[in-house]
């Protein structure tokens, strides 16, 4: 079945450590491709998306994610992170050709940085 | 606030019980979903509508299950005779009217069936 994968399910670091969480995606064809944070208690919100154009992404606090086509992947990246990075991140994908824009998810990867 | 809201926040119903939640989107958004997200796991999409308009239901949505936004403003979404396997957080989200608009979540209602 066409899905979103994102392979660490818990990753912890420690602060200033850079951070690097896998997503690929089964789709073929042209997808528009998010990352979605939830803080602590907080709702979903979103880092960064791409649609199209230059594959290296840059979204809010510092984080960034690259589209890399021939990997199906839409890995998010940070050099530093924050002990307030501590969080759930999700990928998600718009599959092709969907005229309701529905979101896709990952079954998220939590993220716990230690100060 | 001006963000997505949804009401209640929490509900503990026992098996076989109907229960109804609202979500109340941004004002100008015209699109609406409904997602459901269960422990471990990504949200799920449950259905969409344009203005009033109910255009896709996914099949994760059974017939206990129904949703309506009757003046493409707050939507609902009822659960009818519900079972364990229905606890979960679901969650409602809004956007402007083209697809590539940022979907805003509210906070979700948690259900717990007893």
């Known amino acids: 079945a066409q899905s979103v994968s994102q392979h660490n399910h818990h990753v912890i670091l420690s602060e200033a450590a850079s951070l690097e969480l896998g997503c690929n995606y089964s789709?073929?064809?042209?997808?528009?491709l998010f990352w979605y944070v939830q803080y602590p208690g907080q709702h979903l919100q979103l880092l960064l998306k791409?649609?199209?154009?230059?594959?290296l992404v840059k979204g809010i606090k510092g984080f960034e994610a690259e589209f890399i086509k021939s990997k199906f992947s839409f890995n998010l990246r940070k050099p530093s992170v924050q002990w307030s990075d501590t969080a759930e991140y999700f990928c998600a994908v718009i599959p092709p050709m969907d005229s309701s824009y529905k979101l896709i998810f990952g079954s998220g990867t939590r993220l716990l940085v230690r100060p | 606030d001006t963000g997505v809201s949804q009401n209640p926040r929490h509900k503990i119903t026992k098996r076989g019980q109907n229960v109804t939640f609202r979500c109340d989107p941004i004002s100008e958004h015209n699109r609406l979903y409904w997602y459901r997200q269960t422990l471990g796991q990504g949200p799920e999409f449950l259905t969409y509508f344009q203005n009033e308009a109910q255009l896709e239901k996914s099949r994760l949505l059974s017939d206990r299950f129904s949703a309506e936004r009757p003046k493409g403003s707050f939507s609902t979404l009822e659960i009818q005779r519900t079972e364990q396997g229905d606890s979960a957080m679901y969650l409602c989200?809004?956007?402007?009217?083209?697809?590539?608009?940022?979907?805003?979540f509210g906070p979700g209602t948690r259900l717990t069936v007893l």
């Open positions: 789709y073929g064809g042209t997808v528009n």
């Open positions: 791409y649609f199209s154009g230059d594959p």
């Open positions: 989200a809004s956007s402007l009217t083209s697809g590539m608009d940022e979907q805003f």
